[in-house]
């Protein structure tokens, strides 16, 4: 089975730029959450999405948001990109929003 | 209250020893308790989780000990090898559908364990 696929692997972008990150999460499972990981601050929680609706958010401003769609993929966006925005961005799935989260090798975002 | 606190930041063990990696938590609504294994350029994968009605549960080498009353939690692993080096990582989340952790993992800062040959 597949595992959870992030897309693309490396990204550099220039501040006050936008940016979408792709995940696909491991077939049948429906609950999709996203993470941020920098050296200083860990891995913190952005949002999940189950059936397309977002169940859950975490304590980031507005400029970060996302989306899920009907066949469970999910894309973030970022907007108004700022240097601190430089992070690795993990996605997780799991059958249920229960369920063990299971995390794709994430996307190496940086911001100059 | 939401905080989940882990130690130590980094571990050194031999070959063949046991590393054990602690964490606290505040939050008494938190009801599951996974930890997580990192190798460099990868994401975290899933190693062993634990739910509070159990002390203790293992699975190979690694071993989740749970005491409820402390709010602690610990992680050994038995016979390191080098292979196990890497960044691990414990979590927690509540099944509470009306708490502010529900769905989300509350994870602590990483233990970076290096086992020498």
């Known amino acids: 089975k597949a595992g959870v696929t992030q897309t693309p692997r490396y990204l550099i972008k220039t501040r006050g730029q936008q940016v979408t990150l792709s995940c696909s999460p491991i077939s049948g499972h429906r609950s999709v959450s996203w993470y941020q990981q920098t050296p200083g601050q860990g891995l913190q929680f952005l949002f999940e999405?189950?059936?397309?609706?977002?169940?859950n958010k975490g304590n980031f401003p507005g400029r970060f948001s996302g989306r899920q769609f009907s066949n469970s993929r999910s894309e973030m966006n970022v907007s108004t990109l700022e240097l601190g925005d430089s992070a690795l961005y993990l996605c997780?799935?799991?059958?249920?929003?229960?369920?063990?989260?299971?995390f794709g090798n994430g996307t190496r975002l940086t911001v100059t | 209250q939401q905080q989940v606190k882990q130690s130590p930041q980094s571990l050194i063990v031999q070959k063949g020893g046991i590393s054990i990696i602690n964490c606290a938590y505040e939050n008494t609504a938190f009801d599951y308790f996974p930890w997580y294994q990192q190798f460099p350029g990868k994401g975290p994968a899933l190693l062993i989780a634990i739910r509070p009605d159990v002390s203790e549960k293992k699975e190979g080498r690694f071993t989740i000990s749970f005491n409820k009353s402390a709010k602690q939690f610990s992680l050994h692993i038995m016979d390191s090898q080098p292979g196990d080096s890497a960044t691990y990582f414990c979590a927690a989340r509540t099944s509470n559908a009306g708490g502010t952790s529900y769905g989300k993992l509350t994870f602590g800062q990483g233990t970076i364990l290096t086992v020498h040959p």
């Open positions: 997780a799935s799991s059958l249920r929003i229960q369920s063990p989260l299971h």
């Open positions: 999405y189950f059936s397309e609706t977002q169940r």
